[in-house]
């Protein structure tokens, strides 16, 4: 394989570590709390997971630990879509438990979930794992989305588990995959089987989030690569003067990446699905208030601007919603009748006499290219695919309409041409930012710990994520702990619970803050690409989010492992039925202004700035530990 400059420089690459995990790994004891419950519907929760249920928080602090030299056989599995870091929490892991006896062995399955149970893997060794420290993708062993549900599929996981004597699984996913994982660790105690499950928060979405867990890995990545392209939109917008460009960005049903890549940008527009459902709005009102901004920049000469678009805005959008719900019920019942119509007038002259009324003359107020879209691309399940529909078209398209109308009487008198964009792909796989990559060592290796300790049901944990990363704090916090019961498919199933936009949440509201500012007049902010070398304000900062989430903890906040449980255990189960909430009073977000570059000494550059590239680095995780003991 030829090697880019960055990517072999990146090898060298040495990722911070909390200082508890540099410490001799016999002296990381690990301090439990009280008993946890889940955030709702416990009664079903503890039926349902008599063994993991109300399992207590856990963190790491200085102390005996006489577990870690076990000789330990572990399998790792990355699941769901691509997120930067992945390959950094298995070298995490990898290095974990190298360190605490070589002779263990850790075994990566293929595919995602199919590997593990079809038996599909190949053992992790130094040479291997060496070619993917500090890159972007998944491909050291691959991803996939099969769910490990079945009967037959959770039977043929255990038999590929006890034919490898596995001590443990590591499932490296979002909310379904850890959801998957807290069943299978149910599963293998039920059975009698010794196999430990540890998840990993992973997505770029940044849904998987709760008080415990104050990011999903990846997110940093995504956000910080679609922003550097927003910013470089917003200037060529600028410069030329003549387009509107609607920028779709991934996030499947979240609008977090949106929020945060506004924030990093400062665009005119960014709608945010969450608030969007909270007021009821319908189509019509999304774009009348698009085509009202397009106008008032229009009245001042600007006839272009930048609007971001949530992936699953129309899944928000009540009678979009709605239309979804009964094209699926639709499909599912007359799917012979569908299917044998041809081409799209006959489907939409079917549809107009089957269809509710509402959702007939929603259906038909699509524009025809978009309404083909809704019948087009189907899941297995027969059901709509979201993330396929062209959003950014149909809504720039409904703005177009208006413009026109409102130019008929004579309330607009400017120019429109426009411009689409989806960034989705684009940033999944990129290399990981330093906290990306920092973050993603430090759950693996986090990981690692809480294998040896024998837990189980447990997703790997490190927060205080706003300090610097000898402060954070390393754990694990029960699956069961973040789960309630979710209508899937027809009945109620345990699921972890996604974290939307809270809209009473520090990002939402400094965004709304200065929204109708950005709206009108030009006030764009340009990130730049992710920078790997140079001083701590350009290369080290978390997401505009996290530091509006969380400000860093006073030192010895997290100690009394005790204390922490009972607090996140309390509001969650007062508030049943409500999200739990993530947001924390924050520290005052220091955004980086404009245009400044930020001035830093010659010294501070010179010691972070990358050696001269040399072979690969046989023992990143050495070099770690003596980096972070400095
Ligand atoms: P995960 O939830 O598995 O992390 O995947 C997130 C995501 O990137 C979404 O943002 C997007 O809608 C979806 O995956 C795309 O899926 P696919 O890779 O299967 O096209």
């Not at 290219?369 to 959003?391: C, M, Y």
């Amino acid at each position: 394989m030829k090697l880019s400059a960055l990517q072999t420089a990146r090898y060298q690459y040495a990722p911070k570590l909390p200082a508890i995990l540099t410490a001799k790994l016999e002296t990381i004891a690990i301090e439990s709390g009280k008993p946890t419950q889940s955030i709702a519907n416990q009664a079903e929760l503890k039926e349902l997971f008599k063994n993991t249920y109300g399992k207590p928080l856990v963190t790491f602090g200085k102390g005996k630990n006489k577990d870690v030299k076990k000789v330990l056989r572990v399998g790792v599995i990355l699941s769901g879509g691509q997120a930067p870091g992945g390959h950094n929490v298995i070298a995490g892991l990898y290095d974990g438990l190298k360190k605490g006896n070589p002779a263990s062995k850790l075994f990566g399955f293929f595919g995602g979930p199919s590997g593990l149970i079809e038996g599909q893997y190949v053992e992790i060794k130094d040479k291997f794992m060496d070619e993917y420290r500090n890159t972007g993708g998944f491909d050291i062993i691959g991803s996939g989305r099969t769910k490990i549900e079945t009967p037959e599929q959770i039977a043929s996981s255990m038999a590929v588990a006890k034919k490898m004597k596995l001590d443990a699984i590591v499932i490296i996913g979002g909310d379904d995959s850890n959801t998957n994982a807290a069943l299978l660790a149910e599963h293998f105690i039920t059975a009698g089987m010794g196999t430990q499950v540890i998840g990993v928060p992973k997505t770029i979405d940044g849904d998987l989030k709760n008080e415990m867990i104050e990011t999903s890995f990846g997110f940093d990545t995504a956000c910080k690569t679609y922003s550097e392209v927003i910013g470089n939109i917003e200037r060529d917008a600028n410069s030329a003067k003549k387009y509107w460009h609607f920028v779709k960005l991934m996030g499947r049903s979240a609008s977090h990446i949106g929020l945060e890549c506004a924030l990093q940008t400062q665009p005119n527009i960014c709608l945010i699905s969450e608030e969007i459902e909270e007021k009821k709005m319908t189509l019509r009102q999304i774009t009348d208030s698009i085509a009202d901004i397009v106008a008032k920049r229009a009245d001042n000469g600007d006839n272009f601007g930048v609007a971001l678009i949530p992936e699953g805005l129309v899944e928000f959008v009540p009678e979009m919603k709605a239309l979804i719900s009964e094209l699926n019920d639709l499909m599912a019942k007359k799917a012979d009748d569908f299917n044998k119509l041809s081409g799209f007038d006959a489907q939409a002259a079917w549809l107009a006499k089957n269809l509710t009324k509402a959702s007939a003359e929603t259906f038909a107020a699509l524009p025809a290219a978009i309404a083909a879209q809704f019948l087009k691309d189907r899941d297995p399940h027969g059901n709509v695919q979201v993330s396929l529909i062209e959003t950014e078209k149909l809504v720039s398209s409904m703005v177009e309409t208006k413009l026109k109308d409102m130019k008929k009487a004579g309330t607009y008198k400017g120019k429109f041409n426009a411009l689409h964009h989806f960034f989705g792909y684009e940033g999944r796989c990129a290399f990981p930012s330093n906290f990306d990559a920092d973050y993603c060592y430090s759950l693996g290796f986090t990981a690692f710990v809480l294998v040896a300790g024998g837990l189980t049901g447990y997703l790997s944990s490190v927060r205080n994520l706003t300090a610097p990363a000898k402060d954070w704090v390393a754990g694990g916090v029960p699956l069961t702990m973040m789960m309630n019961m979710e209508q899937r498919h027809g009945s109620m199933k345990p699921v972890i619970r996604k974290a939307l936009v809270e809209l009473d949440g520090k990002p939402f509201k400094a965004f709304a803050k200065v929204r109708d500012e950005w709206a009108v007049k030009t006030c764009y902010t340009f990130p730049g690409a992710i920078q790997y070398y140079g001083p701590d304000e350009v290369c080290n900062q978390p997401t505009q989010t996290l530091l509006l989430e969380r400000k860093p903890m006073k030192p010895g906040a997290a100690k009394p492992a005790k204390a922490a449980a009972a607090k996140a255990a309390k509001p969650a189960a007062a508030k049943a039925d409500k999200p739990a909430k993530a947001a924390k009073p924050a520290a005052k977000a220091a955004a980086p202004k404009a245009d400044k570059p930020v001035k830093a000494s010659k010294a501070t550059v010179k010691a972070a700035a990358p050696k001269a590239a040399k072979p690969v680095a046989k023992k990143a995780a050495a070099k770690s530990e003596a980096k972070a003991k400095k």
